[in-house]
């Protein structure tokens, strides 16, 4: 079952122990002490980058971009929204940039505001008699670098953005062709492969601080020094919320129960970091980490251990939420039931004693619904029959356990407890639509084969080829991928909306889960997932 833990696949083993949590390791990794801690000297640098913001007007948008570049954005929100604030007010913002890469930056910085700022500003650098670009464009690298990473905040309609997306992408291919310099030919491979926009900031923060040489001469030891000192905190509170999640996990006892489920508390915990990235959230990330995990959880009960009829029972139960329940369960899905039920019920008592009103029906209601659509995944695979695309589909979006993930965020936000509930589902619905779209086709793909398990399944790639005459492979993985792209396009705008509302900070996380699953699910020949390896290493261990 396509679902954020991966497919639908039979498990061989237990997952490997880089998955599962040293804690030996975390404690002699860790850098930051809170006695020795130079608090005074991180506020200074605070305030110095505070003041810059303030008055260096000429170089303000290249010092926010580089803020957000080294992750540390999250100290001058009041300072940084300001300033977006006033380049949006002036009509003419535009007009005072003259090439090609402010007038990028400027773009792009504004929509990623939720500042919806036409894209029709970019029709000047196109030629009156022909419609193409220049050919001083095609030169500019820095320039078509600046146009590629604009053209990934489109939305459905904007075709000069396709336009400036193929121009650059093709010039700057050229570029490397022809390129002697290391350097523009790491920075041009980085930001094709990992667009600012589509990427998690954190996986490229540590090469961007590294390779910083200042703006224009100034703030150079200031802003490494600040984003070292900030990495260093931030990785001592991942360390902590990491171990807290472990002890829950050991604790439970069902990796040891079930042999066959997936033991990787490292992984699971890996997508609350990524997704929520304000330090100050470490309650938040643990609660959804227990979440995530019982997203993989039931989905290995219902890919490994359960006949059709089992699964019935467990779904039934699910559906009831009463304790008593797990008593119509086979002996070896109880303990996973009473897991599943106190968890669910502490974090919805958790939210209720923070913010004064229990999601605990709607959190339950969303289990039900997943293992509603784990079932029928479970009774097409046993019957052999696969359904036609747009249903597989529909159901996929359910089953992708992304909508289950979601809500209990936007819960654990605060999000969702007042009178203004039903609006905020709705809108916090159509946001996790085209995540979870995103994450089930790039599964889909096939790039998905998930580490020490085998074996296949009926997947979008399959069910779509089985409705074409004349499909082949290759066009139906190139439709895949057309797929995404678009529905990049529809979480842009939707990002867009809830950003100019009370959403903005539900919004960032969903869109860290989209940027997430090329992570997550980016398999090499080997059934590895490097690039994750290599983004837990850093945000974890500092190799």
Request: net charge negative.
């Amino acid at each position: 079952m396509h679902i954020i833990s991966g497919r639908n696949i039979q498990v061989s083993c237990r997952s490997s122990n880089k998955w599962v949590v040293q804690e030996d390791l975390l404690k002699a990794t860790s850098t930051y002490n809170q006695d020795g801690f130079d608090s005074t000297n991180f506020g200074l640098l605070v305030k110095d980058v505070k003041y810059a913001l303030r008055t260096e007007r000429n170089k303000n948008l290249t010092l926010v971009d580089t803020l957000q570049h080294m992750g540390i954005e999250h100290h001058f929100q009041e300072e940084i929204q300001s300033i977006l604030q006033r380049e949006y007010e002036q009509c003419a913002c535009f007009l005072k940039y003259q090439n090609h890469h402010d007038i990028s930056l400027c773009f792009r910085l504004l929509r990623q505001g939720g500042h919806h700022v036409s894209a029709d500003v970019f029709k000047k650098f196109k030629n009156n008699d022909d419609g193409t670009f220049g050919l001083n464009l095609s030169q500019d690298v820095n320039g078509l670098i600046g146009l590629y990473e604009a053209s990934q905040l489109g939305v459905e309609g904007e075709y000069i953005l396709d336009e400036i997306a193929n121009f650059s992408v093709g010039h700057l291919n050229a570029c490397l062709a022809n390129n002697d310099s290391c350097d523009e030919a790491r920075i041009i491979k980085e930001t094709l492969k990992y667009p600012y926009h589509k990427s998690l900031a954190s996986c490229k923060a540590k090469s961007f601080i590294n390779n910083f040489k200042g703006i224009n001469g100034w703030g150079k030891s200031t802003l490494q020094e600040l984003a070292n000192m900030d990495y260093s905190i931030t990785k001592e509170i991942h360390q902590h919320e990491l171990i807290q999640v472990s002890r829950w996990w050991r604790s439970l006892g069902l990796a040891e129960e079930l042999k066959l489920l997936r033991d990787q508390p490292l992984k699971w915990y890996a997508w609350p970091m990524a997704m929520l990235t304000d330090p100050k959230m470490s309650q938040q990330r643990i609660e959804l980490a227990k979440c995530i995990s019982f997203v993989y959880v039931i989905d290995d009960i219902f890919d490994v251990y359960g006949t059709v009829e089992e699964l019935t029972l467990l779904t039934q139960a699910v559906n009831r939420w009463e304790l008593c329940a797990m008593m119509d369960l086979p002996e070896y899905m109880r303990s996973t039931y009473k897991a599943l039920y106190d968890t669910i019920n502490s974090i919805g008592y958790n939210i209720y004693k923070f913010y004064g009103r229990n999601p605990t029906q709607n959190l339950r209601n969303t289990w039900a619904n997943l293992c509603n659509a784990f079932l029928k995944e479970a009774k097409w695979f046993a019957s052999g029959e696969l359904p036609t695309a747009d249903v597989y589909l529909k159901n996929g979006l359910i089953s992708s356990g992304v909508h289950t993930v979601l809500l209990h965020m936007l819960y654990l936000l605060g999000f969702g407890l007042t009178n203004q509930n039903s609006i905020y589902l709705e809108d916090s619905s159509a946001m996790a639509s085209s995540v979870t779209t995103i994450l089930r086709l790039w599964d889909d793909l096939g790039s998905a084969k998930d580490e020490n398990q085998e074996g296949n399944d009926g997947s979008y790639i399959e069910c779509h080829m089985k409705g074409q005459k004349n499909g082949s492979i290759e066009l139906t993985r190139e439709y895949v991928v057309k797929q995404i792209e678009d529905e990049w396009k529809q979480l842009n705008k939707k990002h867009f909306d809830l950003m100019n509302g009370s959403l903005g900070s539900f919004s960032k996380a969903s869109l860290n889960l989209a940027r997430m699953v090329p992570l997550m699910y980016n398999y090499d020949d080997k059934q590895s997932i490097h690039v994750l390896l290599e983004y837990i290493n850093y945000m974890l261990y500092d190799v």
